[in-house]
């Protein structure tokens, strides 16, 4: 559906107000929002089952088949014809479902919870699904809420609003009001969609909804292609190619043989397609699918959903995490963890800790003095204090800016909740904090006098004062001693606030101002700042053990960011802190320069929002695979063009999340070390299906390559490797891809980024097997031939060989180094389940009449089971042994 754009609308203003001015009729919001649409940014829609089906068919080895088939029926050869056709829709079937669960899963996964709104409809106000917002409503917004589209304010009142989503700058704007201009007198005040009110409320008409908004315009310019693709893809496209070569060129050495050979064109035809069928591993793309499904599964249980299926094994192969700060490696949660009185006393809270729990350090400062004298600066925080802590049902809610709320948390942890002060201290007047004042007021009646408490920047509540608190006593004010205290303390990181107290008569002359103000006692200085969440220390231990490096990109200060990395147990040295000024100077020299800074830095602080992806694409220039956290629109750059883009679920953007790869529901940094598992257990699973469809695909090519070449007869017929890999690849790959994690993946070294699938380990390991598989079948197909087996027999024993072959090879799979006595062999029942199934269903078509005329199958005796088991075994034994002599040998795997 074609909706209406902004303009249509904005050129009217009385469409805009509304009818009346008093907001909008339900039928009048109906009619807008047909022509607007809703007020979401644009979601893609899963493909149906039914072209997921046909998009299987879409590949070079079902065009083969198709031919083969075509040709079988033009030949009259309708079993084999019939054969190929039950196995192109067995695996579109399979592909489809895989694929059409695993997408539908995906976007169940993306729906996050829609916001509500405050709306005017029909002459009152009403709460609605912020999605049936239209351009015209009128809408009320309060602190603690998120705007919910694109308003112009009518009035506000002490409005202030986080617009770092959108412009990347922390400090919060202040929206003037109340707003009364009228139409041609100048433009009122925006609040955008996405922001948040930190303090105060207002009312405004919406003016622009879903993408006309300003987040759904920047949502709108991030269409350009990703810079960086997944590792996967890449290896993948690297693979295929070499698979192309591999099987073309022999292919043409066997019709050249077969040439020779005069042999027909029919046969030189169905064996290139059996040949194809053999080498070509058609059941991996299902095999790929449904290992990511189950990590995707698997991370979302860990709190990470995964939008774009292939960046699941791309978080396993990130070797450098640029994360930001707030939220992430810590709280995002302001908290007051030091207390400071002006004779030094320091009173030390952990986070979650209440006063009587915390450190008191001080010269012989007695524990219930300190105490007394900290309750005291905390009524004062509480008092002229504009934020509120209510606890409900589900726990508690904060309403208010940061600060505020941290303040009476304090207090509260203190056994001083607000209510029960303001009991004994009706309020009677109060000054609003202003960023021009930098200082909030309150006055409260207590006995026979007016009791001032105040709260704001050191600084100015060190010029108010003329006495501080020392041991209970109000001695003259050391102004220096105090300054030198706030710089110690913002120095550790903390942000620091100060607290007065004063008293004045009932009757105040000209009423309650910024004139009482004066002669105050200094009550002391709380330092807080945003407590680093308990996990993350180890989550960052983990990621060294795992050898991935971890940087910082923040607007914060250097001091502030150094003094919370050290505490997230970030490694670096005073040389790795790059400002965001370093990086401007930098970026001014070229790319050069630039990559050298990002070559060694660690900490990025006061970075500009447009310079994160300066750094992240830098970082990708030096070698590394960059994951990048963000929650902002103006983190969306860095998201999009980044290897992997990873967006906070909680507080982010819907732009941040529509840009990103990962989004992470809890905000939590440990989430994505969980990933990081995850990618690696998706990766090694997807190793472990190739290893095990083209070592048994190489074993059948290297079959024919020794029989045809010596003029002996075709080892397998075309329809039986259908067969082969129907029974032995359709089913086993798929369980292989589900194998469980091996418990060590967070111990090993991240792959390089140039590191291809085929490593000198899975090189050797398929050069075994098919030789070993190959040979070996080839050499019983020559015996069996010498000592007077018919064609037909001999190959019934040889694709009987070959399945428990491919059998014994999937047990084998199932790792790299471990032994299979050492994973268990009931750890991956659904496997056990595919290996007698596909045995099974061979022995049943050898005693099923149709499958056994179309196969060219025949029961066999029990001598010659036992043969072709001791046969077959011998893959496990080779393969066993080789494990056991990587494990001896401590080496990175990469090189093994």
């Not at 997230?568 to 070229?590: C, H, M, N, P, Y």
Request: net charge negative; hydrophobic share 50%; glycine share 8%.
């Amino acid at each position: 559906m074609t909706y209406a754009t902004l303009p249509d609308l904005t050129s009217r203003r009385e469409a805009l107000v509304g009818s009346e001015g008093v907001g909008l009729t339900e039928e009048e919001a109906r009619l807008r929002l047909a022509q607007f649409g809703p007020n979401s940014l644009p979601e893609p829609r899963a493909s149906s089952l039914a072209i997921t089906f046909v998009r299987q068919f879409r590949s070079p080895l079902i065009y083969i088949l198709l031919a083969a088939a075509l040709v079988s029926l033009l030949l009259s050869d309708l079993q084999d014809a019939l054969f190929i056709g039950i196995v192109l829709i067995a695996n579109g079937i399979i592909g489809s479902l895989q694929e059409h669960t695993a997408t539908k899963a995906a976007l169940a996964l993306r729906r996050l919870e829609q916001p509500y709104a405050n709306v005017i409809r029909d002459g009152r106000l009403r709460e609605i699904d912020a999605r049936l917002l239209v351009p015209g409503d009128r809408v009320a917004i309060e602190a603690g809420g998120r705007v919910p589209a694109d308003i112009r304010l009518l009035w506000a009142t002490d409005l202030l609003c986080d617009e770092s989503l959108l412009t990347g700058e922390s400090a919060p704007v202040h929206k003037s009001g109340p707003v009364q201009a009228a139409p041609g007198e100048g433009e009122r005040p925006m609040a955008f969609a996405g922001t948040l009110v930190t303090r105060g409320r207002g009312r405004g008409v919406v003016v622009a909804t879903g993408a006309t908004t300003e987040m759904g315009k920047i949502a709108a310019e991030i269409g350009k292609a990703s810079f960086a693709k997944p590792p996967l893809m890449i290896r993948l496209e690297r693979f295929s190619q070499l698979i192309a070569w591999i099987v073309a060129a022999a292919i043409a050495l066997l019709v050249l043989v077969g040439i020779a050979r005069a042999m027909t064109l029919n046969e030189l035809f169905m064996m290139s397609v059996g040949l194809a069928v053999s080498a070509i591993p058609e059941g991996l793309p299902i095999a790929i699918s449904v290992a990511l499904a189950i990590s995707m599964r698997r991370m979302a249980k860990a709190h990470v959903i995964v939008r774009r299926m292939p960046a699941v094994e791309a978080l396993g192969s990130c070797t450098m995490i640029a994360t930001d700060k707030t939220g992430t490696l810590t709280l995002n949660e302001l908290t007051v963890t030091d207390i400071r009185l002006p004779d030094g006393t320091d009173i030390v809270c952990d986070t979650g800790a209440d006063l009587d729990a915390c450190t008191i350090r001080g010269d012989g400062t007695p524990p219930a003095e300190a105490r007394k004298r900290a309750i005291a600066l905390l009524k004062a925080a509480s008092l002229p204090n504009e934020g509120s802590l209510v606890k409900e049902a589900n726990g508690w809610t904060a309403v208010g800016d940061t600060v505020d709320v941290a303040l009476l948390a304090a207090a509260h942890k203190a056994g001083l909740p607000r209510e029960a002060i303001e009991d004994d201290y009706p309020l009677v007047a109060r000054i609003p904090y202003e960023p021009d004042l930098k200082y909030a007021a309150s006055f409260h009646r207590h006995a026979d006098s007016i009791r001032i408490f105040v709260k704001g920047a050191a600084e100015t509540l060190i010029d108010m004062a003329d006495r501080m608190d020392m041991a209970g006593r109000a001695e003259p004010i050391d102004r220096e001693l105090l300054l030198r205290q706030k710089v110690e303390m913002a120095a550790r990181g903390l942000r620091v606030l100060a607290f007065a107290e004063g008293e004045t008569a009932i009757e105040a002359d000209g009423g309650f101002g910024r004139h009482l103000l004066v002669d105050l006692v200094f009550l002391g200085l709380a330092g807080m700042q945003d407590p680093v969440r308990p996990e993350v220390p180890q989550a960052i231990r983990d990621c060294h053990t795992a050898g991935v490096d971890v940087a910082m990109v923040t607007g914060d200060d250097p001091r502030t960011a150094a003094a919370i990395a050290s505490e997230a147990g970030l490694i670096f040295t005073d040389s790795q802190v790059v400002t965001g000024e370093e990086v401007r100077r930098a970026e001014e020299k070229g790319q050069e320069s630039l990559d050298g800074l990002t070559r060694d830095g660690r900490i990025y602080a006061r970075v500009a929002p447009s310079q994160k992806l300066a750094i992240v694409l830098s970082l990708a220039r030096n070698g590394h695979f960059v994951a990048v956290t963000g929650d902002g629109v103006n983190d969306a750059p860095a998201l999009k063009h980044a290897h992997i883009g990873v967006a906070m679920g909680r507080k982010g953007t819907e732009v941040a999340k529509e840009s990103a790869d990962i989004v992470i529901t809890d905000d939590n940094f440990a989430s994505i070390v969980s990933g990081i598992r995850e990618g690696r257990v998706a990766y090694a699973n997807i190793r472990k299906v190739i290893f095990m469809l083209m070592s048994t695909g190489a074993a059948e090519l290297l079959l024919f390559l020794l029989a045809i070449p010596l003029g002996m007869p075709m080892p397998l017929l075309p329809v039986q490797l259908l067969w082969l890999n129907l029974v032995t690849n359709g089913i086993q790959d798929i369980a292989l891809a589900s194998e469980n994690p091996e418990g060590d993946e967070l111990s090993r070294a991240p792959r390089r980024p140039s590191e291809p699938i085929f490593d000198r380990l899975m090189i050797r390991r398929i050069w075994q097997s098919t030789l070993v598989m190959g040979a070996g079948g080839f050499a019983m197909f020559y015996v069996l031939l010498k000592q007077g087996y018919g064609e037909t027999e001999a190959r019934n024993l040889l694709l009987l060989l070959f399945v428990l072959f491919e059998n014994f090879q999937t047990l084998t799979s199932r790792s790299e180094r471990k032994s299979i006595f050492a994973l268990g062999f009931l750890a991956n029942p659904l496997l056990l389940a595919s290996i007698v199934a596909a045995q099974a269903l061979h022995i049943a078509a050898m005693y099923t009449p149709w499958l056994r005329e179309a196969l060219q199958l025949s029961p066999i005796s029990l001598l010659e089971w036992a043969m072709l088991l001791l046969a077959a075994s011998s893959i496990f034994f080779v393969m066993e042994v080789d494990k056991w002599r990587v494990r001896s040998r401590p080496v990175d795997m990469r090189a093994s």
